[in-house]
């Protein structure tokens, strides 16, 4: 274990969030987050529903900028970086969107395509073999001339998966990619990530809120809770944390909490401590 | 700046309105910007979108043919029936299609074409693009590093603009033609002889020009009020059928705007 900490830290991060503070009409969403990806690894980022991960997230494929920080992708300051820079990055890294995100408007095989015709200089022929490779990659061969109106939630997924890793990217970023599957086609998409990290040696960063799923696909995990990260550890720690018994330490039972997903806990509790009876009497117009 | 009841002061609200629309109208005006930009970089270079522009010109033109033929077949016959009580007292029925030309290939052409095309093209644009946005399409072309603009709006805006004038054209003639069956059926045979005779020697090509330059700006409004709108778009499906009817809305008031001040201009330069 100490061995592999101090391998890691020999080695540059690709991903380099430094102290990110974003902050929504006044609301502060992200309060100094500082997170790192090492290559070949997947790194999980959990955390409950509006707590900001996948903000996090917008900001390392820079989709979204910092109000204060900075975030290093593949060794470039996004900050730093003019549209066309940042588009020479872009084909470095792949996003899978919580939707999919497939061009409704064209067939599974042609949005799998088009990063190839628009980014290549490939013939019709090579970009045809390619998408063939590439839908093979995530099983979905056979779909390749089905419109996305015509497959399911699972399927759009793993098209849209096989269009991200079109242009055999360095990174790979996941929105939620269990979102709205059932239990096995969930566990499906986890299969595949994990063959596609061996596979291609990519690195993941996935954000999700499905423990079952970050469990099975995570080599470090880290808990986001109200914008602030709880803890950043390796996958083991984090197993230790959730079988093992309450500590008393607020923060561990909270992570706690969520990693085993009961209904009571310190998030339960702080939710219903705020103030109940002055919203009541306040709403029936009390002094 | 609010007023003594704690509500927005009159001059508040109007300075809010006017603010809105000076952004409005500048966020139109820095999308032409950058399509016309990625025009000049070669956007329509690659096959794909030159291919993409003529789907659109098809989208855009060629399905709206028939009902922009039709309304304007309309507004001849109109114009002939309403025209005639007033010239035949004077024993002028016979210059109708001068009044027919003008109008028509000046001003209602171009604007009955417009507001036709608003509804067409306009409204399914918004609606087209806001659904990409709602479905994070958007954020993957630029995940892929395609630009939108270069990708959604240069096509689309290529594709109304020149469509626009080319079914200007066509409206014209739809015009001439209803007033002229008008003449035919139901004017009698004395004014339907000399009918196209007449029109000429009143229609200078000046009329014509003028018309189709409108007819050019309005497609440029009617695609950027819809692109404009589609990207805009937030928060599901309600927001989708905003951008929609503020298309219709916006188009209508900006087309009928802009041929008032460009009649304005054409007024005091002759033309």
């Known amino acids: 274990m100490a061995d592999k900490k101090t391998d890691k830290d020999a080695r540059q991060p690709i991903v380099r969030v430094v102290d990110l503070v974003k902050s929504f009409g006044g609301r502060v969403v992200l309060d100094g987050v500082n997170l790192e990806v090492y290559p070949g690894e997947t790194l999980v980022i959990m955390g409950g529903s509006g707590c900001g991960k996948s903000t996090v997230l917008r900001h390392m494929v820079g989709s979204l900028f910092p109000d204060t920080g900075h975030v290093e992708l593949l060794g470039s300051d996004l900050n730093d970086l003019d549209e066309p820079g940042l588009n020479a990055l872009r084909l470095r890294f792949g996003i899978l969107f919580q939707s999919g995100a497939l061009f409704n408007s064209m067939t599974v095989g042609d949005n799998v395509a088009l990063p190839l015709r628009e980014h290549t200089d490939l013939d019709a022929q090579t970009i045809e073999i390619m998408v063939k490779i590439k839908l093979e990659l995530v099983g979905l061969r056979e779909a390749e001339d089905l419109m996305p109106a015509e497959i399911s939630g699972g399927m759009k997924k793993r098209a849209g998966l096989a269009r991200a890793i079109a242009l055999d990217p360095e990174i790979l970023f996941y929105d939620e990619p269990s979102a709205g599957l059932d239990p096995v086609t969930s566990a499906e998409i986890d299969q595949l990530m994990m063959d596609l990290t061996g596979k291609l040696g990519v690195s993941s960063v996935v954000v999700t809120h499905e423990m079952d799923s970050a469990f099975r696909i995570a080599d470090r995990m880290a808990m986001l809770d109200r914008g602030v990260i709880l803890k950043v550890a390796p996958r083991s720690e984090f197993e230790a944390l959730r079988d093992g018994p309450e500590s008393g330490d607020e923060r561990q039972d909270l992570i706690r909490q969520f990693l085993r997903g009961d209904s009571e806990g310190p998030i339960t509790a702080r939710r219903l401590s705020t103030g109940y009876e002055d919203d009541i009497l306040e709403a029936a117009g009390a002094p | ?271």
């Open chain 2, 1 to 271: 700046m609010n007023g003594r009841d704690g509500q927005p002061s009159f001059v508040h609200s109007l300075g809010a309105r006017v603010l809105g629309l000076v952004s409005y109208v500048g966020g139109l005006v820095l999308l032409l910007g950058a399509a016309l930009r990625l025009s000049w970089q070669g956007a329509l270079g690659r096959r794909a979108s030159r291919e993409a522009a003529a789907y659109q010109m098809v989208r855009v033109g060629v399905r709206s043919l028939g009902i922009v033929s039709l309304v304007q077949l309309f507004i001849g016959v109109i114009l002939a029936l309403q025209m005639a009580p007033p010239l035949e007292p004077l024993g002028q029925l016979d210059k109708i299609s001068m009044i027919i030309g003008v109008a028509g290939f000046r001003m209602l052409g171009p604007i009955i074409t417009g507001v036709v095309l608003s509804g067409f093209a306009g409204a399914s644009i918004a609606a087209e693009i806001g659904t990409m946005v709602v479905a994070e399409e958007i954020e993957a072309l630029q995940a892929h590093a395609l630009n939108p603009v270069r990708f959604l709006v240069v096509p689309r805006v290529l594709a109304t603009f020149v469509m626009m004038v080319l079914l200007t054209v066509i409206a014209n003639c739809m015009i001439a033609l209803g007033g002229y069956l008008t003449s035919m059926w139901v004017l009698g045979s004395q004014v339907s002889e000399h009918y196209w005779e007449n029109m000429q020697t009143q229609l200078r090509i000046r009329d014509f020009v003028s018309g189709l330059i409108m007819a050019g700006v309005f497609g440029l409004l009617i695609s950027l009020i819809a692109c404009y709108e589609g990207l805009r778009v937030r928060g599901g499906a309600e927001g989708v059928g905003r951008a929609t009817t503020m298309t219709v809305v916006y188009s209508i008031v900006g087309i009928v705007g802009a041929a008032c001040v460009f009649t304005a201009i054409f007024y005091v330069f002759k033309f």
